[in-house]
């Protein structure tokens, strides 16, 4: 049985099809059938009346910036719901979201098993080159009698120093453009102080970007200042 909160994305294919609800209510039930009762919520659903074959979909860049933002899974019912390019399925795994499948729970058949090791073997070799370059790069400064583990009057290699510093960066960058729509709905509603909007994501239930619950005025301040950076 699932546990914690979700993010649900459904699709359809016709506006008929959404008018109708029918394919949007199976969906739904697909989705609960596949959490199966157990201490969870679905804490946002996004519904998209979008072609298959089409890569832009607003509804699902909501609904992955609202995974992102809450820090939770994105539960789809099927995975032609997405779409049926291995490229964009790559595209979703560097969004850094967890996404879930309700038709292929168990890794079934060979459709599933070949989608699911091709997004598995896309994230292990990003991952694993990040992690061989990093070895490699810390090796090296062992090897020329660089002291790690701590600064103790050394200098790391620059390429550590360079990879940590655009990891950073990116991460950073990429949750500001998440956060930016909400900060900005704020403001046009009329939440104009730092104080306000640093209550208004805390009750939202946000996380910082440490993972942290409740939102300084201070962390708002840096925020604010990326968005007009």
């Known amino acids: 049985m699932a546990k914690g909160d979700f993010i649900s994305y459904l699709r359809v294919s016709t506006e008929r099809q959404g008018r109708s609800g029918l394919g949007v209510e199976a969906q739904r039930e697909a989705v609960t059938r596949y959490l199966n009762g157990g201490n969870w919520r679905i804490i ?3 519904v998209e009346v979008e072609s298959g074959r089409n890569n832009a979909r607003p509804a699902l860049d909501a609904a992955l910036a609202e995974a992102r933002l809450h820090r939770v899974p994105l539960v789809v019912a099927k995975v032609d719901r997405l779409t049926r390019s ?5 595209r979703l795994l560097e969004s850094g979201v967890e996404v879930r499948f309700c038709d292929l729970p168990q890794i079934e058949g060979p459709a599933g098993r070949f989608m699911l090791n091709q997004m598995a073997a896309v994230a292990e070799l990003e991952a694993g080159m990040i992690s061989a370059r990093t070895k490699a790069a810390l ?3 062992k090897a020329r009698g660089q002291k790690l583990g701590g600064h103790r009057g050394q200098t790391m290699a620059p ?3 360079e990879a940590g510093r655009a990891a950073r960066a990116a991460k950073v960058d990429a949750r500001t453009a998440d956060l930016a729509p909400i900060v900005a709905k ?4 009329g939440v104009a102080t730092a104080a306000g909007i640093a209550r208004a994501l805390t009750d939202r ?3 910082t970007s440490r993972g942290g619950t409740t939102w300084q005025v201070v962390q708002v301040q840096r925020l604010l200042a990326r968005l007009v950076a």
């Open 44 to 46: 946002a659903e996004h």
């Open 139 to 141: 090796q090296a400064a």
């Open 86 to 90: 291995v490229a964009f399925l790559s």
């Open 205 to 207: 239930g946000i996380p």
């Open 186 to 189: 704020l403001q046009a509603d």
């Open 159 to 161: 390429a550590v120093i």
